[in-house]
T-cell receptor, first 116, second 114 residues
Framework: ETGVTQSPTHLIKTRGQQVTLRCSSQ?????VSWYQQALGQGPQFIFQ???????GRGNFPPRFSGLQFPNYSSELNVNALELDDSALYLC???????????????FGEGSRLTVL | GNSVTQMEGPVTLSEEAFLTINCTYT??????LFWYVQYPGEGLQLLLK?????DKGSNKGFEATYRKETTSFHLEKGSVQVSDSAVYFC?????????????FGAGTQVVVTP
C-alpha cells in the first residue's frame, strides 16, 4: 500500500511568484486535506477536497487555491507569494467520509516552501 | 470557534521517566480528539484517538482519556524511551461535518535522553 506522497520536498521562491505543490493520496482514499505548518507551530487547515469538490476551507485568502483530480491526487496553488507563506505544507488523505470513518488522517512528509 | 491548547515544550526527560503532556480544548458539541506525533524528518502520524467522552485511546504504551467535564485529553506514558523523542500534537475534529478538518495545538517537543 502506497502512502501519501508529496512533491517537491523543498523549494525556494521569491515574493510575488506563484507555486504549485502536488500530492498523491494513499491508495483507496478519496479525500485530501491541505495544511500549512509554520515553524514551531501546529498545522493550520487550508482546505479539503472530497470527490473532486472543495469541501470546506480554513481562514486562508483566495490566492490559496486547489484542485483534485479524478484519481484523487491534488494540487495546492499559491499566487502572489508573501514572505509569511514560508512554511511546511502538509497533505493528508483519508478514506471516504461516510459511515465508519472516525476522523484519522494520513499525512505526507510535506513540501517545505521558502519565500525570499 | 474550536481551539486546542497544549503545554509548551521542550520537555526533557531521562529514559524510563513518566511523561505527561497536557491538552485542553474548547469546542461546541462532541468533538473527536486525537494525538499525532511527528518524528524528526517525517510526516505526522496518528498516535491515538478518542471519539466520545470517557473513551481511552492507547497505542505504543501511550494513553489519553477524553474528559468532557474538564475538556481535557492529556497524553501519558509510563516509561519513555529515546525513540519517543518527537513533537506531539493534540488535535480535535469538531463534528462529523468537520471530518479531516482538524484543529491542532501548537505542539510539544519531547526530548528523551539516555
Amino acid at each position: 500500500e502506497t502512502g501519501v506522497t508529496q512533491s517537491p520536498t523543498h523549494l525556494i521562491k521569491t515574493r510575488g511568484q506563484q507555486v504549485t505543490l502536488r500530492c498523491s493520496s494513499q491508495s483507496g482514499h478519496n479525500t485530501v486535506s491541505w495544511y500549512q505548518q509554520a515553524l514551531g507551530q501546529g498545522p493550520q487547515f487550508i482546505f479539503q477536497y472530497y470527490r473532486e469538490e472543495e469541501n470546506g476551507r480554513g481562514n486562508f485568502p483566495p490566492r490559496f487555491s486547489g484542485l483534485q483530480f479524478p484519481n484523487y491526487s491534488s494540487e495546492l496553488n499559491v499566487n502572489a507569494l508573501e514572505l509569511d507563506d514560508s512554511a511546511l505544507y502538509l497533505c493528508a488523505s483519508s478514506p471516504d467520509l461516510g459511515v465508519g470513518y472516525t476522523g484519522e488522517l494520513f499525512f505526507g512528509e510535506g513540501s517545505r516552501l521558502t519565500v525570499l | 470557534g474550536n481551539s486546542v491548547t497544549q503545554m509548551e515544550g521542550p520537555v526533557t526527560l531521562s529514559e524510563e521517566a513518566f511523561l505527561t503532556i497536557n491538552c485542553t480544548y474548547t469546542a461546541t458539541g462532541y468533538p473527536s480528539l486525537f494525538w499525532y506525533v511527528q518524528y524528526p524528518g517525517e510526516g505526522l502520524q496518528l498516535l491515538l484517538k478518542a471519539t466520545k467522552a470517557d473513551d481511552k485511546g492507547s497505542n505504543k504504551g501511550f494513553e489519553a482519556t477524553y474528559r468532557k467535564e474538564t475538556t481535557s485529553f492529556h497524553l501519558e506514558k509510563g516509561s519513555v524511551q529515546v525513540s519517543d523523542s518527537a513533537v506531539y500534537f493534540c488535535a480535535l475534529s469538531g463534528s462529523t461535518d468537520s471530518w479531516g478538518k482538524l484543529q491542532f495545538g501548537a505542539g510539544t517537543q519531547v526530548v528523551v535522553t539516555p
